[in-house]
């Protein structure tokens, strides 16, 4: 356990040798594959000689072979212009974020950054104060009652808080300002009612759309890549160790036919309320894209960004965060991709 601790703060300090982040990246992408063909049988060896041949002849190392077999098992065949994940991780995030990559895990900046109500941030606590969205200081004793006026549910997020970690749900008989101060820096948001088409599936948690856009070489921004994010069980909220993702169709919002259980098999239909995906489409899936490239255009800086967006009961278009260090890329890569295989991010490695 002590190691498994250490690991883990080594990995949020930025402190993970070479070769240890690349063990665990091996070690997970190895896991899934073998889980895969445990299911569905062996994957061609050709495509995945194809793949470690890329992994050496391109990226330059063998290391970035496992998730390239991985995405070759599940599309059932080798493509050019895939990125491995850890690449992603170790060379690209570098050299097309730097240090602006990190803006994205401080909560407060969110809505002073893009100046766009689409966030639905209700008040910050901050280095020990509590502000409204126009970063007026509110009194302690007055932060529930400020709060709580036209919610009976808020929710709070902590600075940095990824995979659907650090996400706390409060109403006005549960919350106190003592237990804010143990949790440290974040937003309070508004609690979202999602839509009835995502509301069917999960009616525990909201679903998010990640939506991942990138900046071109010539300041273009685009969407790149889509998925869908739904809860399980009695989940709260939409959490990595437990979410069903659904591919989404770029060109009109629908659903895919299969969506991904966290071991990467699949499913036709959510595992608990038993709802098809199929013949589903994402409501106002036109207003989704244009909502974030017009936010990204306002932080250009930070090259690739995922988005994560709900849509209301009223089909308006909610920002519940943007990813901009490591924004997973994948599943997206995996079920979609290659999703920027015009980039150049395969130079960054010569």
Excluded at 251 to 277: C, I, M, Q
Aim: one cysteine or more; glycine letters at 8%.
């Amino acid at each position: 356990m002590r190691s498994k601790i250490k690991s883990i703060i080594k990995k949020a300090l930025g402190l993970e040798t070479e070769d240890t982040y690349h063990q665990r990246h091996g070690a997970q992408a190895n896991e899934i594959l073998a889980t895969l063909e445990g299911k569905f049988g062996k994957t061609d060896p050709n495509s995945l000689k194809l793949a470690e041949a890329y992994a050496l002849d391109v990226f330059g190392n063998a290391h970035y072979a496992p998730w390239l077999r991985v995405y070759t098992a599940v599309a059932g065949k080798f493509k050019e212009g895939w990125i491995p994940d850890n690449y992603y991780g170790r060379i690209v995030i570098p050299r097309i974020k730097g240090g602006y990559g990190k803006i994205g895990d401080l909560k407060a900046l969110s809505k002073i950054i893009f100046d766009n109500d689409a966030f639905p941030d209700a008040a910050y606590f901050v280095n020990g104060l509590y502000f409204s969205p126009n970063k007026t200081c509110i009194r302690r004793d007055d932060v529930s009652e400020f709060l709580f006026n036209n919610s009976e549910k808020i929710v709070f997020k902590v600075d940095s808080s990824l995979q659907g970690r650090g996400v706390f749900f409060f109403d006005k008989h549960t919350f106190d300002v003592k237990k804010i101060d143990l949790l440290g820096n974040g937003v309070f948001q508004e609690y979202i009612e999602q839509h009835p088409v995502f509301e069917r599936f999960a009616p525990g948690s909201v679903a998010t759309l990640r939506l991942t856009t990138a900046v071109d070489n010539d300041g273009m921004i685009s969407v790149r890549a889509c998925y869908l994010r739904i809860g399980r069980g009695d989940d709260t909220h939409v959490q990595s160790k437990s979410h069903v993702r659904v591919p989404i169709a770029l060109v009109d919002g629908k659903f895919s036919r299969e969506a991904y259980l966290t071991s990467w098999l699949t499913v036709e239909e959510h595992p608990d309320s038993n709802v098809e995906f199929a013949g589903n489409k994402v409501p106002s899936f036109a207003a989704c894209v244009s909502t974030v490239t017009e936010l990204h255009k306002k932080m250009p800086f930070v090259r690739c960004v995922g988005w994560d967006i709900c849509v209301d009961k009223n089909e308006q278009i909610r920002v519940m965060e943007w990813n901009s260090d490591h924004n997973d890329i994948k599943f997206s890569e995996a079920t979609q991709g290659p999703c920027f295989s015009d980039l150049g991010w395969e130079k960054f490695s010569h």
